[in-house]
T-cell receptor, first 113, second 110 residues
Framework: DTAVSQTPKYLVTQMGNDKSIKCEQNLGHDTMYWYKQDSKKFLKIMFSYNNKELIINETVPNRFSPKSPDKAHLNLHINSLELGDSAVYFC????????????FGSGTRLTVV | RKEVEQDPGPFNVPEGATVAFNCTYSNSASQSFFWYRQDCRKEPKLLMSVYSSGNEDGRFTAQLNRASQYISLLIRDSKLSDSATYLCVVKTRTGNQFYFGTGTSLTVIP
């Protein structure tokens, strides 16, 4: 009954590879997000989608491309991985217009070697 | 200037102690405020929303001071299980973006 689930939980890959992280939420929320948490534990927003429409696109390299096939899914594809991409990536969702906070997925720990 | 600033700590307190964290925000148009808790190698989880009049949930009390643009979290009778990082989160009235503080680390010592 996981509310926001992301896969994989761990991802170790070589520089230059392309990888994807998947996220699904069963809460009926209409807004989903991707956050990056670096080694200093700072959570920084990357993207936000509302009903499959991109509404926030922070200054992220264009090697990162989100895709939302429907409002319950928001996947993150990363091309040409670099060492600096190593971080924990969290997917989150929330119900827009309710004043409520986020529900986070358990995170994907990406290590680029 | 960062949107949200927190003292990173660490705060090391004995069991049973009372501890308080503050968090300041820069945008006076901020609308919604939250405290999240993040355990080591886990995702952040909502601890409590912060309401204008202040609110309490068991041993936890959250307060908002709009004039001075800060929110606070007070934990009474600290338990070992309270050890975690506490993240302050602020949402502005316009836009759809939440801003996270860098977190305050708390360790409760037996």
């Amino acid at each position: 009954d996981t509310a926001v689930s992301q896969t994989p939980k761990y991802l170790v890959t070589q520089m230059g590879n392309d990888k994807s992280i998947k996220c699904e939420q069963n809460l009926g929320h209409d807004t989903m997000y991707w956050y990056k948490q670096d080694s200093k534990k700072f959570l920084k927003i990357m993207f936000s989608y509302n009903n499959k429409e991109l509404i926030i696109n922070e200054t992220v390299p264009n090697r990162f491309s989100p895709k939302s096939p429907d409002k319950a899914h928001l996947n993150l594809h990363i091309n040409s991985l670099e060492l600096g991409d190593s971080a924990v990536y969290f997917c989150a969702s929330r119900a827009e217009g309710t004043g409520s906070g986020y529900t986070f997925g358990s995170g994907t720990r990406l290590t680029v070697v | 200037r960062k949107e949200v600033e927190q003292d990173p700590g660490p705060f090391n307190v004995p069991e049973g102690a009372t501890v308080a964290f503050n968090c300041t925000y820069s945008n006076s148009a901020s609308q919604s405020f939250f405290w999240y808790r993040q355990d080591c190698r886990k995702e952040p989880k909502l601890l409590m929303s912060v309401y204008s009049s202040g609110n309490e949930d068991g041993r936890f009390t959250a307060q908002l001071n709009r004039a001075s643009q800060y929110i606070s979290l007070l934990i009474r009778d600290s338990k070992l299980s309270d050890s975690a990082t506490y993240l302050c989160v602020v949402k502005t009235r316009t836009g759809n973006q939440f801003y996270f503080g860098t977190g305050t680390s708390l360790t409760v010592i037996p």
